[in-house]
């Protein structure tokens, strides 16, 4: 946690989950037996260790939308110094994290307050322990008679006796301290045997270790109530179990008797210190675990496979959360909440984003530009947001690009479909390619636009930048692969006598496009219309690819017509294996193309598991020249964009 | 016909309705709810015999108008209503695990108790309790391909024997009590 958001964000989801844990428990409370109730407190400890968020998955998705836009409206108008304004709240660890800087806002400050409060509750609960050791040190040795009881009792039901045994005469019953070297603290009177029991048992189920784990995990959320409320109920199940424990071991008139003590308890003064652990707890406390013992023998029997598994349900619940997602904003959406929604939708494919830019162009909507846009130019797309929105279609539909070539406009989107070409990695993890939009096909339009565009990764999603200018390009037919006409990549390869030349043409997209079918009596028709809507998650599922080679003899230029294999291969890779293992291997006929002489080949390959979704970054190439096989390695020489 | 004898067969014919669906485009024609709804009305009538029972009488409520509200959503938008909340789903789940978890140990008791085998109904029970956790657990069923679908279909093929068993073992209590 290294602000204030990412604090609120983590405690809200550990909230969530505290509810979850109570209402479980209510409905449970006489079916299921004290040792699942104690146990169910072990997720919200897990829930506090592990960071919100955690692998895009949240506990209330609609919570974490009012956060994020919370603190985008508050932190537009603050300069903090520890909080970004436009970026999402993520929570990298479940502590504080402090970096050396000073604060610059109210939100700053906030953050250290309650860093501040971490350590000075910290330093209560370590304070108050040491005090009480220190009176502990101060106890003297129990009677002979009082030890001998306690060998008695823990020799009767094989439990050690602790090496510390001292009686206090301020206090007013028996209790456990200190988790390291555990010392059983006796009052002046009389004890009886069934109280000594329950504090052995204490220290043999280690009760006292998960003490101090409670109060480490208090003091990360000092501020929060319902945390404070649900550790109180913790500590008071941890007793209930321990009666429980007490009464298995016991028969018919001890239970009764052992119940009567806990009843003698209930005026006691609730004195509970960090890292003990008492049988007297505070009356209203004793009162519950009095009904937990009235329900001693009624709760159903047998059914621990069941507990364990409603246990497991609720785990993975509070622990995993849900991918649910906020909904992607309407395109005419503005303002705060449209923002957060935007940003919590941003791309995690290049499909997706690339499909997301496609959108915001062909709606001119500025939230959906906010979704893709890059870090530097996130303000600029943040006060666009911001404004409201204005219903100027017909001056946007006379001055569009696309209105220029006659496109279908059909509100809120001109009717396009978008495919990406030359898709080649820019060695930064990115990527660059030219964006096309193309109408439908039943549609009468004069051309097509595109875009040169680059796609960059930030963190866990991608961006888009548009290069250059949208430009439209008047032709009759829109056949962009293959062609020479579109954009793609030469390799080139040399040896043996030869010079090779291979063109390579990759068209990506994937489906966005409904389909209306209709039926008449002998025909039928379809149409196609953009989803205007985003699909940030989108996968290619749709390639083109168009291969052209020609191969000249090194020395005289002259063209050789030989068989030619070619496949996509890493650099570094065996071209050979890659000739005989890569799903996309063209062979190559004679004629096609623009180029004379040169051989070519064409495909088209559907699914949602391709595997080439960008330009290869070199070619294994193949020429069969007689009874020998030349193999070449060819690499990208020029890109034509 | 005692009315041990009516409550099986009502618990009985209340997993038929519950795991047979008929549908009409999306509506279910053996509704749940009616499931739940011959579950209560056993629940009364075994209460008397079997101690833990009742206790399973607001759970058998909340799981009926979780069903009802679920079939009604589909009888009027198209689509079910309790899967939106992700919290109260969760929650619901764990509730329908244990009262089915709980409802079979209390009917194996009383096959017990009648001179028959209670051991196949918690054999049934426990399955069915471990499949219902498993199918809740977030597994990236879609990615693992032919294993997810391998995985899924045996367990949807054990949980059909499953209630078939329960199902049967039910009829073949209830003669005892004829």
Not at chain 1, 169 to 179: H, I, K, R
Request: with cysteine; aromatic share 10%; glycine share 8%.
């Amino acid at each position: 946690m290294e602000n204030i958001w990412a604090f609120l964000m983590q405690t809200l989801t550990v909230s969530i989950a505290a509810a979850v844990l109570l209402i479980a428990k209510r409905l449970f409370l006489d079916k299921l037996s004290p040792r699942w109730q104690y146990g169910v407190w072990a997720i919200l400890a897990l829930r506090v260790l592990l960071p919100a968020g955690l692998l895009g998955r949240s506990l209330l998705p609609e919570g974490r939308m009012v956060l994020e836009t919370a603190k985008l409206t508050a932190e537009a108008k603050l300069s903090s110094t520890l909080t970004q304004p436009y970026t999402l709240t993520e929570v990298t660890a479940p502590v504080p994290l402090l970096r050396p800087v000073l604060p610059t806002s109210i939100t700053d400050w906030l953050f250290y307050l309650y860093v501040a409060g971490v350590i000075l509750t910290l330093l209560w609960f370590l304070l108050t322990y040491l005090a009480l050791r220190r009176k502990v040190a101060g106890g003297r040795a129990p009677a002979p008679e009082v030890t001998a009881q306690l060998e008695r009792v823990a020799g009767q039901y094989g439990l050690k006796v602790p090496r510390r045994v001292v009686v206090l005469a301020e206090t007013e019953s028996a209790f456990v301290c200190g988790p390291l070297s555990p010392v059983l603290v006796l009052p002046e009177r009389a004890v009886d045997d069934k109280v000594l029991l329950h504090e052995l048992l204490h220290l043999k189920y280690g009760d006292l270790w998960a003490g101090v784990g409670i109060c480490l995990l208090r003091c990360l959320h000092w501020c929060n109530p319902l945390l404070w409320y649900c550790w109180n109920r913790a500590q008071n199940d941890c007793e209930a179990l321990c009666d429980q424990r007490v009464l298995e071991r016991l028969e018919g008139e001890q239970r009764r008797e052992y119940g009567v003590i806990l009843l003698s308890m209930a005026d006691d003064r609730h004195a509970r210190a960090p890292g003990t652990t008492s049988m007297a707890n505070g009356g209203r406390n004793i009162k519950a675990r009095i009904g937990a013992i009235a329900r001693f023998k009624r709760y159903p029997k047998g059914v621990a496979l069941g507990a364990g598994c409603v246990a497991v349900m609720l785990a993975v619940t509070c622990l995993t959360g849900t991918g649910g997602a906020v909904a992607v904003p309407e395109y005419d959406q503005r303002g705060a909440f449209a923002l957060t929604a935007a940003l919590l939708n941003r791309p995690t494919t290049v499909a997706g984003a690339l499909d997301t830019y496609a959108k915001a162009v062909l709606c001119d909507s500025p939230v959906y530009f906010a979704m893709t846009a890059p870090e530097e130019e996130r303000t600029q797309a943040v006060q666009a947001v911001g404004k409201p929105f204005e219903n100027v279609e017909n001056d946007y539909l006379e001055g569009s690009i696309f209105g220029k070539l006659n496109f279908r406009w059909s509100r809120p989107a001109w009717q396009a479909e978008w495919s990406v070409m030359n898709l080649m990695a820019d060695g930064a993890g990115g990527y660059t390619g030219v964006l096309f939009f193309t109408p439908f096909s039943h549609d009468e339009t004069q051309g097509l636009v595109y875009q040169s565009v680059a796609i960059r990764p930030l963190g866990d999603y991608w961006t888009v930048e548009p290069v250059g200018e949208l430009t439209l390009q008047l032709r009759e037919d829109w056949w962009l692969c293959p062609s020479t006409d579109t954009p793609y990549a030469t390799y080139t390869a040399e040896g043996e006598g030869l010079y090779l030349e291979v063109d390579f043409q990759c068209r990506l997209w994937g489906d966005s496009t409904v389909w209306d079918t209709s039926y008449g009596s002998f025909s039928f028709s379809d149409s196609g219309y953009l989803d205007p809507k985003p699909l940030p998650h989108l996968s290619f599922t749709q390639l083109r690819t168009g291969v052209g080679a020609r191969l000249v003899s090194a020395e005289t230029g002259e063209a050789v017509s030989l068989p030619i294999t070619v496949a996509p291969m890493q650099p570094g890779e065996d071209p050979l294996q890659a000739l005989e293992e890569n799903f996309y291997t063209f062979t190559l006929n004679p004629g096609s193309l623009d180029e004379d002489p040169v051989q070519a080949s064409t495909g088209i390959t559907s699914g949602t598991n391709l595997t080439l979704t960008e330009m290869p970054a070199a070619l294994a190439v193949a020429v069969e020249d007689g009874d020998r096989t030349h193999i070449y390695v060819a690499l990208p020489e020029e890109v034509v964009p | 016909m005692s009315s041990t004898y009516r409550g099986l067969t009502k618990i009985a014919w209340g997993y038929v309705f519950l795991h047979l669906n008929f549908n009409l485009n999306t509506l279910n024609l053996l509704p749940n709810w009616v499931g739940y709804l011959l579950f209560f009305s056993a629940i009364i009538l075994l209460g008397d015999q079997l101690r833990d029972l009742p206790l399973l009488i607001p759970f058998c409520i909340l799981l009926g108008v979780r069903e009802l509200a679920d079939w009604l959503a589909v009888l009027a938008a198209g689509e079910t209503l309790i899967g939106q909340f992700f919290l109260l789903n969760a929650l619901l789940t764990c509730i329908g695990l244990y009262f089915h978890f709980q409802l079979l140990t209390d009917l194996a008791i009383l096959a017990d108790g009648a001179g028959e085998n209670g051991g196949g109904l918690r054999t049934c029970r426990n399955v069915d309790a471990v499949l219902r956790t498993l199918m809740c657990l977030p597994l990236p069923w879609e990615d693992w391909d032919t294993l997810g679908t391998l995985i899924l279909t045996g367990v949807l093929v054990v949980w059909l024997i499953v209630v078939f068993c329960i199902i049967w073992q039910l009829f073949k209590l209830r003669k005892r009590f004829a």
